[in-house]
C-alpha cells in the first residue's frame, strides 16, 4: 500500500532541519507558508470518527470536553480510568484494535471497571476552553464514577492525570504514568522544537482556527503519516500477515482524523507546561490553587519506551523524584518500543501491560509494613 506524501503547498510538506538552530527560521517559514495556504484552502468541518471500537462500551456521561465511555464488565470493583491523550488523535488510541488496546490488556489482567475519557475535536463555542476546563470535567466523571479511582494517563493525558492527583489527592488511589511529560527542562526532540519555535507561530495557529487549533494542520506543521514499516514498528506486528492491510487502513483512518483543539487550553499546554516547565518547577495553578507534586503520595507506576523519541525514558521516569510518594511505593518500568507502541504495541501488551494491571489489583500492604 503506497504512502501518501504531503502536498508540496501544504505546511509541514518540507523536511524539518537537522540543526536545532535552524528551527526557529523553519518554522517562521512554515508559519508564512501556511498563512497563505490556509487563504487559498478555507477551513473545513470535523465529524466524528466512523471507527468502531474495539471493546464494547456504553457512553456514561455526555460532558462540554469529553464523552466518558464505560467499559466495565462488572459493577463493583476498584474503577479504572484511562486519561487519553488530548493533543493530536482521538481517545481510539486506548482501543486500538485486539491485542493493540490498553482497555482490552487491562480487562484481561483482571481490572474489571474500566471508563475512558473520550475527548471531543473543538467547536468555535469551545475556544476559550482552557486546562482548567478539562480538570473541571475530570472531577465531574470521578464523582460520577466514584471516588477514589486509580487513574491511568497516557502521554499527555499523564500530565492531565497528575495535576488532577495533585489538585484532588483524596480522589485518586494509584496513578499509572505512560510516556508522559512532565519535567520538561530534561532534553527531548519535541521540548526543544517547542521551545525554540516563535512564540507568534503558536499565535497565528490559534488566530488563523478562529480561536482553535486545526489538528489537520498541527498535523502538517509537527508530523508526518508514518510509512508502512514505522507501523509496523509501533504495531509491533508484521502487516504482510493475515488482516494486515485491514489493520494498516485502520491506522490510516486513525491517525488522518485529527482533533481541534481549543486555542486558550493549546496556549497554556505549549507555554505553561512545554515553555515554562511550570509542573515540575512550580507555579502551576489549577482550580485556584497552586499545584505542588510532593502532595501527590498516591502509589505511582511509571512506564517508559527504551526507544520512545517524543518522551524519552530519562524524562518519562524522572516525575518519581518530584512526588511525596514513598520510594518504596513507586514502581518505574521500561519497554523497547517508541512512544506509540506504549499504546498500540502488540509485544507492550503482551508483556508491560498484564504488569500493570496485576499491580493495580495488587495489595500493597506488605510493602507499606516493610517502609515503616
Known sequence: MARQTGNPREPGSGNVPNDPLQWPLAAAGLAMDACLWWLDRGSSAQHDTSLAWTTTNT??????????????????GQPVLICAPYALHRALIADFAPGHSVVESLQGGGVDRVYLTDWRSASRDMRYLSIDSYLNDLNVAIDEIGAPVDLVGLCQGGWLSLLYAARFPAKVRRLVLVGAPVDLSIDSGLSR??????????????????????GKEMANFWSRSPSR???????????????????????????????????????????????????????????????????VRAPTYLLAGLDDDVVPPEQALATAHLLGTPPPFIATASDPCNHLGLFVGAKTHANAWPRIAEWLRSDLTDVLARSV
Open 59 to 76: 457512553v456514561a456521561l455526555h460532558l462540554g470536553t469529553m464523552r466518558l465511555r464505560d467499559f466495565s464488565k462488572e459493577r463493583d
Open 193 to 214: 522544537l517547542v521551545r525554540n519555535t516563535p512564540r507568534v507561530v503558536y499565535d497565528q495557529l490559534v488566530a488563523r482556527g478562529g480561536g482553535n487549533v486545526s
Open 229 to 295: 514499516q514505522g507501523i509496523e514498528v509501533a504495531l509491533q506486528t508484521s502487516l504482510s500477515d493475515d488482516g494486515g492491510e485491514a489493520l494498516l487502513d485502520r491506522f490510516d483512518r486513525w491517525d488522518e482524523d485529527a482533533l481541534n483543539l481549543p486555542g486558550a487550553y493549546y496556549l497554556q499546554t505549549v507555554n505553561w507546561i512545554f515553555r515554562e516547565n511550570r509542573i515540575a518547577a512550580g507555579g502551576f495553578m489549577a482550580l485556584g490553587r497552586e499545584i505542588h507534586l510532593k502532595e
